[in-house]
Protein backbone atom coordinates (compact mmCIF):
# COMPACT_ATOMS: atom_id res chain seq x y z
CA UNK A 1 0.00 0.00 0.00
CA UNK A 2 0.88 3.38 -0.46
CA UNK A 3 1.80 5.96 2.56
CA UNK A 4 1.75 9.75 2.13
CA UNK A 5 3.56 12.77 3.71
CA UNK A 6 2.56 16.38 3.03
CA UNK A 7 4.87 19.63 3.95
CA UNK A 8 5.25 23.08 3.08
CA UNK A 9 2.15 24.57 4.80
CA UNK A 10 2.26 27.76 6.82
CA UNK A 11 1.01 30.89 7.37
CA UNK A 12 1.35 33.29 4.72
CA UNK A 13 0.26 37.33 3.57
CA UNK A 14 -3.00 37.80 1.30
CA UNK A 15 -1.07 37.59 -2.53
CA UNK A 16 2.00 35.65 -1.24
CA UNK A 17 2.84 32.03 -2.69
CA UNK A 18 3.64 28.73 -1.03
CA UNK A 19 4.40 25.31 -2.22
CA UNK A 20 3.41 22.19 -1.10
CA UNK A 21 5.10 18.43 -1.24
CA UNK A 22 3.95 14.69 -0.95
CA UNK A 23 6.36 12.52 -0.86
CA UNK A 24 4.88 8.87 -1.49
CA UNK A 25 6.22 5.78 -0.91
CA UNK A 26 5.19 1.85 -0.51
CA UNK A 27 3.60 0.06 -3.70
CA UNK A 28 3.50 3.57 -6.34
CA UNK A 29 3.68 1.58 -9.42
CA UNK A 30 -0.07 1.05 -8.49
CA UNK A 31 -1.09 5.06 -8.76
CA UNK A 32 -3.20 5.79 -11.02
CA UNK A 33 -3.79 9.45 -10.14
CA UNK A 34 -2.85 11.72 -7.51
CA UNK A 35 -4.08 15.22 -6.29
CA UNK A 36 -4.65 17.90 -3.76
CA UNK A 37 -7.78 18.33 -1.74
CA UNK A 38 -8.62 20.86 1.02
CA UNK A 39 -10.86 20.87 3.77
CA UNK A 40 -12.30 23.57 6.30
CA UNK A 41 -14.07 23.08 9.54
CA UNK A 42 -17.68 22.67 8.81
CA UNK A 43 -17.52 21.79 4.92
CA UNK A 44 -16.81 19.19 3.00
CA UNK A 45 -13.21 18.17 1.63
CA UNK A 46 -12.89 19.61 -2.14
CA UNK A 47 -10.43 18.79 -4.89
CA UNK A 48 -7.60 21.47 -5.46
CA UNK A 49 -5.77 19.87 -8.60
CA UNK A 50 -5.23 16.12 -9.94
CA UNK A 51 -2.67 14.63 -12.33
CA UNK A 52 -3.10 11.48 -13.66
CA UNK A 53 0.00 9.13 -14.60
CA UNK A 54 -0.58 9.85 -18.13
CA UNK A 55 -0.10 13.73 -17.13
CA UNK A 56 -3.43 15.02 -17.69
CA UNK A 57 -4.20 17.53 -15.15
CA UNK A 58 -7.51 19.62 -13.89
CA UNK A 59 -8.05 21.87 -10.80
CA UNK A 60 -10.70 23.58 -9.26
CA UNK A 61 -12.22 26.71 -11.03
CA UNK A 62 -10.99 29.10 -8.02
CA UNK A 63 -7.55 28.10 -8.13
CA UNK A 64 -6.91 27.90 -11.73
CA UNK A 65 -4.35 30.43 -12.92
CA UNK A 66 -2.70 30.57 -9.28
CA UNK A 67 -2.14 26.82 -8.47
CA UNK A 68 0.27 24.27 -10.26
CA UNK A 69 0.31 20.77 -9.46
CA UNK A 70 3.04 18.90 -10.75
CA UNK A 71 5.03 15.67 -10.20
CA UNK A 72 8.36 13.82 -10.02
CA UNK A 73 9.59 10.51 -8.98
CA UNK A 74 12.93 9.44 -7.50
CA UNK A 75 14.05 5.41 -7.27
CA UNK A 76 11.30 4.00 -4.76
CA UNK A 77 9.33 7.89 -4.23
CA UNK A 78 6.88 9.79 -6.25
CA UNK A 79 6.62 13.19 -5.34
CA UNK A 80 3.21 15.89 -5.46
CA UNK A 81 4.15 19.53 -5.75
CA UNK A 82 1.48 22.27 -5.30
CA UNK A 83 3.00 26.00 -6.20
CA UNK A 84 0.48 27.86 -4.77
CA UNK A 85 0.73 31.97 -6.02
CA UNK A 86 -1.66 34.84 -5.12
CA UNK A 87 -3.03 33.43 -2.14
CA UNK A 88 -6.16 34.39 -1.04
CA UNK A 89 -7.96 34.68 2.83
CA UNK A 90 -10.19 31.93 1.43
CA UNK A 91 -7.92 29.67 0.30
CA UNK A 92 -6.91 28.79 3.98
CA UNK A 93 -7.73 25.35 5.18
CA UNK A 94 -6.15 21.79 5.63
CA UNK A 95 -4.48 20.44 2.32
CA UNK A 96 -4.61 16.86 1.87
CA UNK A 97 -2.32 14.48 -0.60
CA UNK A 98 -4.42 12.00 -2.10
CA UNK A 99 -3.62 8.57 -4.22
CA UNK A 100 -5.54 6.42 -6.23
CA UNK A 101 -4.69 2.84 -6.23
CA UNK A 102 -6.03 1.80 -9.19
CA UNK A 103 -4.96 -1.58 -8.79
CA UNK A 104 -6.57 -1.84 -5.15
CA UNK A 105 -9.51 0.40 -6.18
CA UNK A 106 -8.99 2.61 -3.38
CA UNK A 107 -8.07 5.84 -2.29
CA UNK A 108 -4.80 7.07 0.21
CA UNK A 109 -4.63 10.17 2.37
CA UNK A 110 -2.06 11.88 3.83
CA UNK A 111 -2.50 13.55 7.46
CA UNK A 112 -2.64 16.94 5.74
CA UNK A 113 -1.09 20.22 6.30
CA UNK A 114 -2.49 23.69 7.27
CA UNK A 115 -2.27 26.75 4.88
CA UNK A 116 -3.24 29.87 6.68
CA UNK A 117 -3.53 32.96 4.43
CA UNK A 118 -3.98 36.30 6.42
CA UNK A 119 -4.70 39.61 5.76
Known amino acids: QVQLVESGGGVVQDGGSLRLSCAAS????????MGWYRQVPGKQRELVARITSGGNTNYADSVKGRFTISTDNAKNTAYLYLEMNSLKPEDTAVYYCNAYEAGYGMDVWGKGTLVTVSL
Open 26 to 33: GTILSINA
